[in-house]
T-cell receptor
Framework: KNEVEQSPQNLTAQEGEFITINCSYS?????LHWLQQHPGGGIVSLFMLSSGKKKHGRLIATINIQEKHSSLHITASHPRDSAVYICAVPSGGGADGLTFGKGTHLIIQP | DAGVTQSPTHLIKTRGQQVTLRCSPKSGHDTVSWYQQALGQGPQFIFQ???????QRGNFPDRFSGHQFPNYSSELNVNALLLGDSALYLC?????????????FGPGTRLTVL
C-alpha cells in the first residue's frame, strides 16, 4: 500500500513569500491529488495531475513520476491562503481508494 | 448547481449507539466515497459506492456500512459506536469510480462519541 509523506508539517510565512509544499509517495501512481482544507473541515480539490505541471492562478503543482515526488507552490502568498494542504494518491498494492498525507498546516501572516 | 451536501453538520452520540450520516453528491455525479478524518490527521478511506453497490473498501470494520440510493445519494451507518469513532466524516462525489477522477468533497459531519 502507498505511503505518503508531506513536508513541512507546519509552515509560517510572511505575505508575499513564495511557498513550497512537498509530497513523496512509495508506490507508482496514475494520478496525484492536491487538496486544501480550511478550519471547520471543508475540503476543496486544487489539482489532479499525472505528469508535468499544472497552474491555476497563483498555485502551481508539479509531479515527477520517476522520483515519486510532487510539489505545490504558491506565489505571492496571501493570508487567505492559510489552510491545511493535503496530497492524496491511489492506495495501490491491492488496497482500495486514496491514501492521504497528514497535511501541511500553512499560516501566512500579513 | 449544488455541490456535495452532508447532514447533519454535527452529531453527539454515546458509546454503543448507532449513527447514520447522509450525503448528496454533486449534480451529475454517480459515485460517492466516504472518509474518516481524526483530529490532526489526514482523511482515511472508508468505502466507495457506485450503482448502489459497495465497490471499494478501506481498512474499516464491519460496524461501518453504507448504502447508495437510486438518486446516487448515500448513507454511512456506524453501529456500536466507540470513543475512537469520534471524527470528521467526509463524503466526496465523482463521475465514475477511478481513483484518478476528480473528487468533490462535502463540508463533513463532525461526530462526537461520549
Amino acid at each position: 500500500k502507498n505511503e505518503v509523506e508531506q513536508s513541512p508539517q507546519n509552515l509560517t510565512a510572511q505575505e508575499g513569500e513564495f511557498i513550497t509544499i512537498n509530497c513523496s509517495y512509495s508506490v507508482g501512481i496514475s494520478a496525484l491529488h492536491w487538496l486544501q482544507q480550511h478550519p471547520g473541515g471543508g475540503i476543496v480539490s486544487l489539482f489532479m495531475l499525472s505528469s508535468g505541471k499544472k497552474k491555476h492562478g497563483r498555485l502551481i503543482a508539479t509531479i515527477n513520476i520517476q522520483e515519486k515526488h510532487s510539489s505545490l507552490h504558491i506565489t505571492a502568498s496571501h493570508p487567505r491562503d492559510s489552510a491545511v494542504y493535503i496530497c492524496a494518491v491511489p492506495s495501490g498494492g491491492g488496497a482500495d481508494g486514496l491514501t492521504f498525507g497528514k497535511g501541511t498546516h500553512l499560516i501566512i501572516q500579513p | 448547481d449544488a455541490g456535495v451536501t452532508q447532514s447533519p453538520t454535527h452529531l453527539i452520540k454515546t458509546r454503543g449507539q448507532q449513527v447514520t450520516l447522509r450525503c448528496s453528491p454533486k449534480s451529475g455525479h454517480d459515485t460517492v466515497s466516504w472518509y474518516q478524518q481524526a483530529l490532526g490527521q489526514g482523511p482515511q478511506f472508508i468505502f466507495q459506492y457506485y450503482e448502489e453497490e459497495e465497490r471499494q473498501r478501506g481498512n474499516f470494520p464491519d460496524r461501518f456500512s453504507g448504502h447508495q440510493f437510486p438518486n446516487y445519494s448515500s448513507e454511512l451507518n456506524v453501529n456500536a459506536l466507540l470513543l475512537g469513532d469520534s471524527a470528521l466524516y467526509l463524503c466526496a462525489s465523482s463521475l465514475g469510480t477511478g481513483v484518478a477522477n476528480e473528487q468533490f468533497f462535502g463540508p463533513g459531519t463532525r461526530l462526537t462519541v461520549l
